[in-house]
């Protein structure tokens, strides 16, 4: 028989942190001596219609930890999305309405299913306005096992209560919701993004004051999006939805920084091609591999036969120089970014444009839409004239 050792092994394989450490291993020889099942919690908010390949990585540890036997507890978080995660950000979330949040619930429970054995037996989707939708007495004794001091310890609200940002009440009740979440299942173990440890780890003191055994954490790393540099994230608009078409997803996947490839091998579970393979057959193969599993092997095939005669189609050389564009948090004005990248005046960019003088990725820019958001520029060839070209990176 197995041990707990080696299959802690096998689960925290590729994962950022196993905390506390050992914790994981407990946890898996505690289930052998009750003869059960560990309740492994993932929460995923729907603040959005798609799951996108950020997402698998922790589904596929999830999936790893079924496959061992246990039970996989899904959390939909259709009453904290009313809140929106404050990890990463620098301002309060949008709030998406009652409808939104509905809609998008329903499409991840599909999606996931394409990653997770829905079988009742090793699977159990919830919804956290089961027990968030509390009675005020509730709200406070869940409010008295944390202090502001815990919380601002965050790094994001730390950095923007320094900087002089506002904070919501609503923002700071976050964390505290997401741990009641452990409370509610009685999680074993909880897995999530690096960005989530601090949300995590807090749980496991809000299940102690609950009276709860402190569940066992275990973070991935998190998946840069295309633009190779940022999280993968629908709001950044480098994200890369497992529902997209086959030709969507591979061309998505080419635009990927030749520096993000070893990363999203590693961190999709990919076999990279053999040593010694040029970076452009490279990222081929990592195309093809990722239409592969979400479509299939034809699919692929297909989608690499169409990439390339689009390729040839344009006329784009094999080498295109790499011009890194500055950006803020709005949108990005075309003719300065032409400017810029191509050592041209606005006046000479705006003319261009006009023209139909301009490409982005083949495709002709509209005179009429010059304000772009950044996320259609990330990793984009863009054409001016004939044959001058550069592909186009954003840094935030």
């Not at 001596?33 to 492994?40: A, K, N, W």
């Not at 159990?124 to 815990?150: G, I, K």
């Not at 689009?310 to 003719?335: N, W």
């Amino acid at each position: 028989m197995e041990s707990a050792a080696s299959k802690s092994a096998q689960l925290t394989a590729n994962s950022a942190e196993d905390l506390p450490a050992g914790a994981l291993q407990a946890k898996l020889e505690l289930a052998e001596r009750e003869g059960r099942q560990l309740r492994v919690k993932l929460g995923l908010d729907p603040t959005a219609p798609d799951i996108h390949l950020g997402h698998t990585v922790v589904l596929t540890k999830l999936r790893e930890f079924q496959e061992q036997g246990h039970r996989v507890v899904l959390i939909v978080g259709d009453y904290t999305a009313r809140v929106g995660d404050p990890s990463g950000r620098s301002e309060t979330r949008p709030v998406l309405s009652p409808e939104e949040i509905i809609a998008n619930a329903n499409s991840y429970e599909a999606q996931a299913g394409r990653i997770l054995d829905q079988d009742p037996a090793r699977y159990e989707l919830r919804f956290n306005s089961e027990w968030l939708d509390m009675p005020m007495a509730d709200l406070l004794a869940l409010v008295r096992t944390t202090t502001v001091a815990q919380l601002l310890e965050r790094e994001d609200f730390s950095k923007r209560y320094k900087g002089g940002s506002p904070i919501s009440v609503l923002e700071l009740l976050y964390p505290l919701m997401q741990g009641y979440d452990s409370v509610a299942i009685e999680a074993d173990v909880e897995i999530g993004g690096t960005d989530q440890t601090f949300n995590i780890l807090l749980g496991r003191d809000i299940q102690r004051h609950y009276g709860i055994a402190e569940q066992a954490v275990l973070t991935m790393p998190i998946l840069p999006g295309i633009d190779g540099v940022e999280k993968m994230s629908k709001t950044k608009g480098n994200e890369i939805a497992i529902e997209s078409s086959a030709d969507e997803m591979f061309g998505r996947t080419m635009r990927l920084p030749d520096e993000a490839m070893a990363s999203w091998f590693e961190l999709l579970a990919i076999s990279p091609p053999a040593d010694g393979t040029g970076a452009r057959d490279t990222k081929v193969a990592l195309a093809k591999a990722i239409v592969a599993r979400f479509h299939n092997e034809a699919a692929a095939d297909a989608a690499e036969a169409q990439f390339v005669s689009q390729f040839a189609k344009h006329e784009l050389p094999e080498d295109i120089d790499e011009f890194a564009l500055t950006v803020g948090d709005g949108m990005v004005h075309l003719p300065q970014a032409l400017a810029e990248g191509f050592d041209i005046s606005r006046s000479e960019a705006r003319r261009l444009v006009e023209q139909g003088g301009v490409k982005i990725d083949g495709d002709a820019v509209d005179p009429a839409h010059l304000d772009l958001d950044p996320a259609q520029l990330s990793g984009a060839v863009v054409q001016i004239g004939r044959r001058r070209f550069k592909r186009f990176k954003i840094d935030r």
